[in-house]
């Protein structure tokens, strides 16, 4: 359980559906390459964006990019508070700054003031790289009790400022630390958590730890707003996120795609099919579970939990609804069949 906050129109917290957030990673003074890919995360299903503000020119961006796009927009920023209230000038929805690298309670709290004059959220982010001195000192290194104390501390540092539009993050880039960070840390505090493994790395190794980390909180009913980590095109973050809500029962979007390991007795290139079932059938936002299997002797049973989905036969397939075949299909035809009976299912 935690208290609501809103970003722009999103409610974070509160018992809200688990919000899914990327980040941008065109250089942000290119204001057409990031409208470009914050619509592109859109229409993957992202429902917040950030993107970085390193610069002043960075700052100014923010104005023609908020005007052009629709999701709420949180500026990311470091080192420099002046830019964080440049950035809630020109429209932010919302702030993103470690306290570890702003410059101290004198910056944070010019920052904290800049949010609330500006009807901005805050987010308070946590970085086992950039840990307080003394606390590191006290903990013999940035263990996760180091990271849940420095959180605290700047969580009454703020409240203490009247300010209370805000969620935290406590990020490491092991998993097993931002577990137990993140544990401790739901249990002492109610203001939402965002939740991320930060830089998990690319492809299956950043799919990977990022799915453990994310989903075994999740499963613990502990964070609020999830972000994803790849290095590589945003959208793909996007797609795991979802997988991961999809995997643990906490909300299902676009068509899910299971294919069988294959066999000694497959019949047909279930890679290649399942790769093309994919690319035609991969924008849809409605949930659907489509099955692309090796064999019609043992595929429609063992998908049979699938809405949809096609087995390899010897010289036909079969195309098959909740485990029952409907149809006996050529195999040049397979995906076209599919694809057109899925079409007939009349799904957005
Ligand atoms: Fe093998 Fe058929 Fe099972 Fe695929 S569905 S793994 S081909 S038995």
């Keep these: 359980q935690t208290r609501a906050i809103h970003v722009g129109s999103v409610q974070v ?15 942000t003074t290119d204001v057409a390459a990031t409208v470009a890919q914050i619509d592109r995360l859109e229409k993957a299903g992202c429902k917040i964006v950030r993107l970085a503000v390193p610069d002043d020119k960075a700052a100014e961006a923010i104005s023609p990019i908020r005007q052009a796009i629709n999701l709420p927009l ?70 996760a009790d180091a990271m849940v104390e420095s959180a605290i ?10 300010f209370t539009n805000f969620k935290i993050s406590i990020k490491a880039s092991d998993v097993l630390k931002t577990i137990e960070a993140y544990t401790r840390l739901s249990s002492a505090t109610d203001f939402p958590l965002h939740v991320g493994v930060t830089e998990a790395g690319f492809g299956l190794c950043g799919t ?41 029962g906490l909300g299902a979007r676009g068509p899910e795609i299971i294919s069988c390991p294959t066999c000694g007795r497959t019949q047909i290139e279930v890679v290649k099919i399942a790769k093309e079932v994919e ?56 995906v076209e069949a599919l694809v057109s009976e899925v079409k007939k299912m009349s799904l957005s």
Excluded: W
């Design 13 to 27: 917290g509160g018992g809200a559906p688990v919000v899914v957030q990327s980040m941008t990673n065109t250089h």
């Design 208 to 248: 990977a730890k990022s799915a453990v980390g994310i989903g075994v909180l999740l499963f613990k009913g502990i964070g609020d707003t999830i972000r994803v980590s790849l290095s590589g095109d945003p959208v793909d973050e996007i797609r795991v996120a979802y997988q991961i809500l999809r995997s643990l």
């Design 74 to 143: 949180i500026a990311d920023i470091h080192f420099d508070h002046r830019l964080a209230i440049k950035a809630a000038k020109n429209g932010a929805d919302g702030l993103r700054i470690n306290p570890g690298n702003i410059g101290g309670a004198k910056n944070t709290a010019k920052v904290v003031e800049a949010a609330a004059k500006y009807g901005l959220c805050l987010r308070i982010g946590v970085n086992a790289g950039s840990l307080e001195k003394d606390l590191l000192a006290k903990y013999d290194g940035p263990t």
């Design 153 to 162: 501390n700047h969580i009454r540092a703020v409240e203490a400022l009247g």
């Design 279 to 334: 690319a035609a059938l991969g924008h849809l936002e409605s949930p659907i579970t489509i099955a692309v299997m090796g064999c019609v002797v043992n595929g429609p049973g063992e998908a049979k939990e699938a809405d949809i989905g096609i087995a390899g036969g010897k010289s036909h397939g079969i195309l098959f609804k909740k485990g029952d075949r409907i149809a006996k299909v050529e195999h040049s035809r397979l």
